[in-house]
């Protein structure tokens, strides 16, 4: 561990102020002792960094996922007061609301002998892939407007998808407070031809089955059964997300001088949240967090047309489980020292795990929680948990969104070969399918931390519960 770094529990480690220069409160992260041969010097300073924000409330948090990224470190978490506060797309990321769906189907394992690679190739038919894929929806921009605006509402009123699929979605597949004014024509431009497309990097639509059942009460509550096929679809605001935030970046930057901000990195370029500046950024940001809510549930609507007409199974027999967003920054109420108090919490590359009873939970998951999607990595578990009171109370209702790179993308692709990695997969029983050799090298899973340790120390600092592990049967990478 690095020096300086106290250990003030089983799993919770101290950043003290002074770290750097200027904090205002101290950094915590969660990690196991073993994990901890991961960490980098670089994403603590990233950490501490973040202290020094204005308004920053209690402390700057990273999940056990924590690595070295833009501004904010990857796995990082923080919260605003409304009015000293600021907002700061360095928090949120380039790809603005990437998130994660787990949809269930009422199939078993067994039902997909002899099938796994028919099924891999018609869903990498339906699901345009890739950096540059296109839709072949054509979204005019006035419609695009209203995709910004309504997120997964305005796919599910065009017949892709149910009403029930919006109640389990986070913000039900929208958030409030879009300005359609604040997304430029590049952004729109690059937007327009992509709603329903995977993108690349570490994106991916997994077909899984559920290995095993930790808690059985929460899996009966969210519908998961042991052997039951599920499917994952893991993307984000594609090129509009992008545009938004190197557009409003850029901006932000200029405003430091105009407010006196002083950053110890211009990746943390910010501006108040009741500036021009600051809501203008808010409404863009929001407007690419609609859109990949919709994004997600045209992918889901065009892969259960596939496993719908493949198997013979009803489109309403699959059913949604959850959406959860990564990326983005939201005005929430939270217990600041025994008061209700309305923050803004950014998450960059964190899941919202709020507890039982919380608010903005579907009314049918209450007694248990949110239910929280943690992916693996092509050849990895991935895991179905739920929120906790642990978590309201010490990481603004946080939790881990992944198991968090250890290996950059151009140092895998010299440590990897695609071709070795597919074959050695196949020999596991997981069907792999991407455009190029590269992108699975890049995303390899040794170039991730082990997913079930990074789950474990969640589960156990009690961030969030385990309610069923779930193994890959086929991918398709972005």
């Known amino acids: 561990m690095l020096q300086g770094i106290n250990m003030v529990g089983d799993f919770e480690w101290e950043v003290p102020v002074g770290y750097v220069p200027n904090m205002r409160v101290p950094g915590r992260f969660f990690l196991s002792r073993a994990l901890a041969e ?10 501490a960094n973040v202290a020094t924000l204005p308004g920053i409330v209690k402390y700057s948090l990273a999940m056990p996922d924590i690595h070295w990224g833009y501004g904010f470190p990857i796995g990082g978490v ?42 891999i190739e018609r869903l990498f038919s339906a699901v345009p892939t890739g950096v540059g894929g296109k839709s072949a929806m054509r979204v005019s921009n006035k419609e695009l407007a209203a995709v910004m605006v309504d997120g997964a509402r305005w796919a599910v009123e065009r017949g892709l998808g149910t009403a029930a699929d919006l109640v389990r979605c986070e913000e ?25 497309t995977l993108g690349a990097g570490n994106h991916f639509l997994e077909v899984q089955v559920a290995k095993e059942i ?12 042991e052997g039951q096929v599920c499917f994952m679809v893991h993307c984000g605001s594609r ?8 557009d409003h970046i850029r901006v932000l930057e200029g405003a430091l ?29 929001v407007c690419a967090a609609n859109y990949a809510w919709a994004n997600r549930q045209v992918i889901m609507h065009e892969a259960r047309k596939v496993f719908s007409g493949f198997f013979e199974i009803d489109y309403d027999e699959m059913r949604l489980v959850y959406d959860v967003a990564h990326n983005v920054a939201k005005f929430e109420h939270h217990d600041v020292n025994g008061v209700s108090t309305e923050v803004c919490v950014h998450r960059k590359g964190a899941t919202r795990a709020f507890g039982p009873g919380s608010p903005g939970i579907p009314r049918e998951y209450a007694a248990i929680g949110q239910p929280v999607i943690i992916p693996g990595s092509m050849g990895t578990s991935s895991f179905l948990l739920h929120g906790t009171a642990t978590a309201m109370q010490k990481t603004w209702g946080s939790t881990c969104h992944g198991a968090g790179r250890v290996l950059s993308r151009s140092k895998a692709k010299k440590e990897f070969r695609g071709r070795e990695l597919r074959e050695h997969l196949a ?9 190029s050799d590269l992108a699975l090298a890049e995303e390899a899973p040794e170039v991730y931390k082990p997913s079930r340790e990074v789950v474990r120390v969640v589960h156990e600092a009690g961030l969030s519960g385990i309610v069923a592990r779930l193994e890959p049967l086929g991918v398709i990478k972005g």
Request: net charge negative; proline share 6%.
């Open 214 to 225: 930790v808690d059985p009460e929460a899996a009966k509550v969210f519908g998961i059964t």
């Open 257 to 285: 001088g105009k407010y006196r901000i002083e950053v110890p990195d211009r990746q943390l370029a910010c501006a108040p949240l009741d500036s021009a500046e600051g809501r203008a950024y808010y409404g863009g940001m």
């Open 427 to 435: 020999e596991e029983g997981i069907v792999v399918r991407a455009h």
């Open 172 to 196: 039900e597949g929208a958030m409030p407070g879009a300005d359609p004014e604040a997304v430029s024509a590049k952004a729109r431009q690059r937007g327009g031809p992509q709603v329903g």
């Open 38 to 47: 991961t960490l980098e010097e670089g994403a603590v300073r990233q950490l």
């Open 239 to 246: 090129g509009l997300g992008h545009q938004v935030a190197t």
């Open 78 to 119: 923080a919260a605003f007061d409304m009015t000293d506060g600021v907002v700061s797309p360095g928090g949120v990321g380039f790809d603005i609301n990437c998130g994660v769906r787990l949809i269930t189907t009422p199939l078993k394992e067994a039902d997909l002998a002899g099938k796994k690679r028919e099924l």
